[in-house]
């Protein structure tokens, strides 16, 4: 019976020893795969190119834990852009503005810049619009969708490339960019208008240099982003230009600035 006994008990303690390293062996693959997750998030990492050069049109917004989604009536009126140089430019309905910004893996960092402070009405969203990039965290693409996770409230901004650009066979020409000095101003016109001329716009094959208009909706920044007023642009000022790149065929062909930055 003793003997018995001893066998049942070496057996249980086999069990018991089994069982504890099938749990610890369950425990690592567990880890393991912790492990690959974290690395697949790092394979994601969102680069300058991903999100450069494109005009993001915000269409909807996520709503914290319950994650509602609300449809943004006009997306055209509530842009982003981001350029190269770290800075970004952004359209909240009636106003315009600029800023900048840090990008490192997914950890986006906006910083607010000079904007103009029209009144868009009671319907509009730019309030809101501007309140929320100022608590952006952290950026990500999903499905050719950019999405703006906005701190620890779980909302997120979901924004789409301009209508119709990834639909088309020929997608939408994005702004031409030129450098130049401004030779001379034209007060003649409904708009001032001034020439622009350089080396690298002769080399375009306009000899005369550029005209460019400045409307009401040009946005001129200093090399720092501030806003810049038009009237103090003077003749020798090295400027880079943004603009349609449809151009009339006059001598010089004229074009609309959308945003002028002095270098």
Not at 17 to 39: P, Y
Not at 108 to 136: E, F, K, M, R, W
Not at 211 to 218: A, G, H, L, Q
Not at 233 to 252: A, D
Request: glycine residues 8%; negative net charge.
């Amino acid at each position: 019976m003793q003997i018995i006994r001893k066998i049942l008990s070496l057996l249980f303690i086999c069990t018991l020893v089994t069982a504890i390293l099938l749990v610890s062996g369950c425990t690592e693959t567990l880890d393991d795969s912790e492990d690959i997750n974290g690395e697949a998030v790092e394979s994601e990492n969102i680069s300058l190119d991903d999100i450069a050069d494109i005009e993001w049109q915000w269409s909807e917004l996520v709503e914290d834990e319950t994650d509602r989604q609300s449809a943004i009536p006009n997306p055209e009126s509530y842009t982003i852009s981001f350029e190269k140089d770290g800075t970004y430019y952004i359209k909240a309905d009636c106003n315009q503005g600029s800023g900048s910004y840090t990008l490192k893996e997914n950890a986006l960092t906006l910083v607010p810049g000079p904007i103009t402070l029209a009144y868009c009405g009671q319907d509009s969203l730019d309030d809101q619009y501007l309140s929320l990039l100022s608590n952006v965290t952290t950026v990500s693409i999903d499905n050719k969708q950019l999405i703006l996770g906005i701190g620890d409230s779980g909302e997120s901004m979901l924004f789409v490339k301009e209508e119709g650009a990834a639909d088309n066979n020929e997608e939408s020409e994005p702004l031409s960019i030129v450098n130049g000095t401004i030779s001379s101003f034209d007060d003649g016109e409904s708009h001032l208008t001034f020439l622009l001329e350089s080396e690298e716009i002769s080399s375009s094959g306009y000899a005369k240099g550029i005209k460019f208009v400045i409307s009401d909706e040009t946005v001129i920044v200093n090399p720092n982003g501030g806003l810049f007023d038009a009237e103090n642009l003077k003749e020798g000022m090295e400027l880079r230009v943004f603009f349609e790149p449809t151009l009339t065929k006059s001598i010089p062909p004229i074009g609309q600035a959308e945003l002028i930055r002095l270098i």
